[in-house]
Each structure stands twice: as structure tokens, then as C-alpha cells.
């Protein structure tokens, strides 16, 4: 973690704080016993307020599984969670609800709802037992597509879109909810590069000027190195480191997890290349 992470006088963390925490799955098996599969362990990071954060590593390395963690849709083996200083596991659902805003990617079948009924969803958490939804609620509901720029698509139905409005309905859908941390697993997947860059600037901007912590698991490793304030690289062994992009590039981490064969992680760039000394040398390293 950071030496600069900074925590109030109580010692809270504001935004997201992973405490020594061990993801995984645990499943029943016959005669009662359960099977317990530990993905991670010994987990600490922050995310903070005004920040995005970008969740990077190979496949398989567990950044879906963290991301469901920290949203409390799994439970933590081990450790803790906390969002502004709350442990998630002792946060009731329906609180939750009102503080995370989460965007998987599964695919989701709306039936006919349009694509402003779809968003207007987002503020289920924040209404009473069969409320209606009041000007705030709607203007919530404007905002959030308006942010995405998704306003055009507003009377179309979701079940019509691409993949890449979809992705921007989902986006907003979750902004609507008005949450203070905003969690994305891997938001730019469907989307074309222009599009990529511009939600990704979207969610950078959103951080700022909503105070929200944003983090996003990609696989748009040079657009993160470029655009997020802070990363948590899950490597392939495992570990979780949280640094800034800068100080994970020039440590060697980006270029030890992610190099292959001859394509070079170049600190000085920030981009991937064909190693030209091992082309020169026809040095085949792998
Ligand atoms: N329900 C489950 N039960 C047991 N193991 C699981 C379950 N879901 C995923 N895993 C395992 O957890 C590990 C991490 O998977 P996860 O989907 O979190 O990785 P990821 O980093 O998001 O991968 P990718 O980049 O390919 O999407 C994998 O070995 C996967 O097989």
C-alpha cells in the first residue's frame, strides 16, 4: 500500500480498504463437508475517493472473483473489506444497495424495459416499498444518461442495442444508483477503441467531479498505465500490489507479469513492443 493513503482521525480509510483479505470459493459437498477454494490470500489495497482505480492481470488471476468480493456479493474467506471504514460482510444488503454500484459483465434480458426504464432502475435502492419515482429520482436518472451520453438512446429498447450501448446503459444504470464507490469488471470489453477511451475518461472524469471511487478490472493495460490515478496489479502468483501507475511500471512488475516472448513492456512508454535486440539476435526468449 501507499504511504500516502490517508485515513481520518479516527483511522478510517475513505473509499475502499482491503485488510490481509483471502478471496476464494467454498462449496458443499456431500456429508456436510465443504470444498474451499483459496484464489488469493494476504490481500491489502486502497481505493480511493476521487480516484480510478484500475484492477489489472493476466487471466485467471482472479480479478472477477476479487471484484465480486469486494462489491460483498461472495464473502471474503478471510480478512476484511471495508468501505468507508464498514466492513461490507456487516453492511446490510439493502445499505449496500445505496453506497455500491456494481456493473458485471453477464448478460443481462430486461424483457422490454426501455433503455430509461432500464437506468431508472438504479434508484430502486434509494426508494420506499412502491414509491414512485419523484423529480430528484428523474433527474438522477437524466444525469446519469447524460454522463454516458447515452440521452439519444433514452426511449430505445435495451434488448435493441449493441454491445457497446448496452455497456453504456449498464454504466449509467449504475451512476443513477448515486453510489459512493462505482465497481466495473472489465466495462471497455465490447467496445471499440474510440469508445474505450471515452468511457474510460468518463469514469476518470465522474471520480473527480462525483467524489466517487471508480475501479474498473481491464485487460487495456497501457489505456489503465495511462488514464488511472492508481493500480492494483494481480499477478499471476497471486499477489495484489496497489501503486501507482508510474511506480508499477518502473518497478519491473508490469514487464514481469505481463511480458511474452518477444513483446517488451517499455517502462519509458508505457507501451508493449517487439523486443528488437532479440529480433536482432534472433533471440527466441519465452
Ligand atoms: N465458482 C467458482 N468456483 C471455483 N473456482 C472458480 C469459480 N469461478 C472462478 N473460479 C476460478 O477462480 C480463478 C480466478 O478466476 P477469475 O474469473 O476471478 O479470474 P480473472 O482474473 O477475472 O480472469 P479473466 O481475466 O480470464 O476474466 C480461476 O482459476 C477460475 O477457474
Known sequence: MNSDDPANSDGVVNGVELRDVTIGYTRRRAL???GITEIATGLDAVARPGELTALVGPNGAGKSTLIRTLCGLQP??????LIDGDDVSSVRPADLA???SVVLTERIDPGLLTVRELVALGRTPHLSAG???SPEDNAAVDWALDAVGATDLASRQFSELSDGQRQRTLTARALAQDPSLLVLDEPTS???VPSRVELVDVLRRLAV????AVIMSTHELELALRVSDRMWLLDADRTLTCDSPA???ESGRIGATFDRGRMRFDPRTLVFDLDSVALDSGDSRA
Open 247 to 249: 511506480a508499477l511500471a
Open 98 to 100: 445505496t453506497r455500491i
Open 76 to 81: 471474503a474467506l478471510r480478512g476484511q473489506v
Open 32 to 34: 456436510r463437508k465443504r
Open 190 to 192: 465490447f467496445l471499440d
Open 209 to 212: 467531479e462525483q467524489n466517487l
Open 131 to 133: 414509491a414512485r419515482l
